[in-house]
């Protein structure tokens, strides 16, 4: 499938997406957050789920943490633009709650699609929730963050890359700090990418971590 094949199948599934109802979010959300960005991103970067300035707008990582997001890929180079936004629940989860297991074990393939097609170099996890699920191991963001493990996703081989998330480190400087210098490596993961060579490299770390619900180790988003 060539990039714009794959552009048309991210926009026909966004379509089918939007009128989703297999789990009880699609009661108490606005619209679903489908995700955006360029159907050939070499950067993914994903959230937890959908909050109440995405859930009206539409769009993955809005107000400040958005902006946030764009100032520190400025500073190595990046428009968000380029980056692929997605979050592994598409409909927004009540504030006063965490998502459900039956909630986000409903809504990951709509992720597994979007990692498939898009095809990212490096898949940056914001926070706990988003970092447990893709890497399959439930590690807590304090640990996990800026240390790059190879696995399995979407079929192929990827860098997932844990970050704290954004609207955790507005209100945290020292978060932030170690943020900013954890999106400072980026380029050089992404540097490396030479797709092929990384699709046939050995695993580091495990697994295809698809359809393996494991618990979540919630705290900082
Ligand atoms: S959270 Fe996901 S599975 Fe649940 S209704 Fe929304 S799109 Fe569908």
Not at 167 to 183: F, K, N, S, W
């Amino acid at each position: 499938m060539d990039a714009a094949e794959r552009a048309a199948a991210l926009g026909a599934y966004a379509l089918e997406a939007s009128g989703c109802e297999r789990c009880g979010l699609a009661a108490t959300r606005t619209r679903v957050v489908y995700g955006s960005g360029p159907s050939a991103a070499r950067l993914m970067l994903v959230g937890e789920s959908p909050g109440f300035h995405e859930d009206r707008e539409g769009t993955p990582f809005a107000g400040r943490p958005r902006e946030l997001l764009e100032r520190l890929l400025a500073g190595i180079g990046m428009g968000l633009d380029e980056v692929y936004l997605a979050t592994v629940l598409k409909c927004r989860v009540p504030a006063s709650r965490e998502p459900l297991p039956e909630e986000w074990g409903a809504c990951e393939p709509y992720l597994y699609r979007q990692l498939e097609l898009v095809r990212p170099v490096v898949v940056a996890t914001l926070g706990s929730f988003a970092t447990t699920l893709l890497s399959g191991r439930a590690l807590g963001i304090t640990r996990a963050h800026g240390q790059e493990v190879e696995v399995t996703l979407g079929g192929r081989r990827v860098l997932l890359y844990p970050l704290f998330h954004p609207a955790a480190a507005l209100y945290t400087p020292t978060m932030l700090e170690v943020l900013e210098r954890d999106v400072a490596r980026l380029p050089a993961l992404l540097g490396g990418d030479e797709r092929a060579p990384l699709e046939s490299a050995p695993v580091a770390v495990a697994p295809d971590v698809r359809r393996t619900p494991q618990p979540v180790q919630l705290g900082l988003f």
